[in-house]
């Protein structure tokens, strides 16, 4: 993976993780609006980089 495309996905990670504490959107519309090709496909990159799903991410904010 290229720097560009680094940086890009850490962003849109960034950004899901935003999402989920800041608002009560459904993980599925966030996956939507921020261009993952599924929910399994956010949920195995979210997994990977902070070590758990985003739905346990959200629950352990609350």
């Known amino acids: 993976m290229s ?7 850490r962003k849109k990670l960034e950004k899901v993780e935003k999402l989920l504490i800041n608002t009560d959107l459904k993980i ?17 990159v979210f997994k990977r980089r902070f070590g758990q ?10």
Request: hydrophobic share 30%; glycine share 2%.
């Open 3 to 9: 720097n560009t495309s680094t940086i890009y996905s």
């Open 28 to 44: 599925q519309d966030i996956a939507i609006d921020l261009g993952f090709n599924s929910i399994s496909s956010l949920n195995q």
């Open 53 to 62: 799903t985003p739905m346990s991410f959200r629950k352990s904010k609350l």
